[in-house]
């Protein structure tokens, strides 16, 4: 059964927890980045009455039945960090979706991978999960090397597939399956077996660890 209120999901170096109004800080913070405001519904105002009402679209997810909405937090002190989503729309269909995004000021500290494995592995530990799809933009190696650790594979270019800002742009489309080599490990992660350590893929502050959100 999906959880019908806000699970939180634990392994160091982060959790994934329900957003709260303490965490207006972190969404005002990155109101001025040139690419989350512009690929999630991140307001770019920078105040704070715009960041709980983004707070409160993110609780929304749930009830409507979008999906989940998570803060990524530090495990050691519960600082939000960025986010991360699972959306649902086409569960019916044996598929879901994720995006995230991570703080500049919080970057090369391998969030983003940690978030991603402990999120993929929680989504496919549901029967009714047979594929999960992440697209990011080509230039964002970053983003795509994140992917690319947490086993998900690219399986192509899609031409004009969205629109960012006022201009259609180009997807890798990535993916991790039942069938995707690894993913028993990823299971067992989120059942609580010990997974073999991989290296972040965030290593420096100039990398852009985040994908296209539904959020």
């Known amino acids: 059964m999906w959880p019908t209120v806000m699970p939180q999901l634990r392994r160091d170096p982060v959790v ?37 009402a983004y707070i409160a679209r993110q609780h929304d997810r749930l009830a409507t039945g979008v999906g989940y909405s998570f803060a990524v937090a530090e495990a050691a002190t519960d600082q939000a960090v960025g986010q991360i989503g699972l959306w649902l729309r086409n569960l019916d269909q044996g598929r879901v979706s994720t995006g995230y995004w991570i703080a500049q000021q919080f970057r090369g500290k391998g969030y983003a991978t940690a978030a991603l494995r402990l999120l993929s592995a929680w989504a496919l530990s549901f029967d009714d999960v047979a594929r999960i799809e992440l697209s990011v933009e080509p230039w964002n190696r970053g983003s795509w090397r994140t992917a690319e650790s947490c086993g998900y594979q690219r399986e192509g270019l899609l031409r004009s597939w969205q629109a960012v800002g006022d201009q259609r742009k180009d997807m890798y489309m ?25 290296p972040p893929c965030d290593p420096s502050p100039d990398c852009v660890p985040m994908t296209i959100s539904d959020d």
């Open 16 to 52: 994934l927890r329900a957003f709260g109004d303490g965490d207006a800080d972190l969404v005002c913070s990155v109101a001025a980045d040139p690419l989350i405001p512009l690929i999630t519904t991140v307001p770019n105002s920078g105040t704070r009455a715009d960041a709980v």
């Open 174 to 198: 990535y993916s991790l399956t039942r069938s995707t080599p690894g993913e028993a490990d990823a299971v067992n992660d989120a059942r609580g077996a010990d997974p073999e350590g991989q």
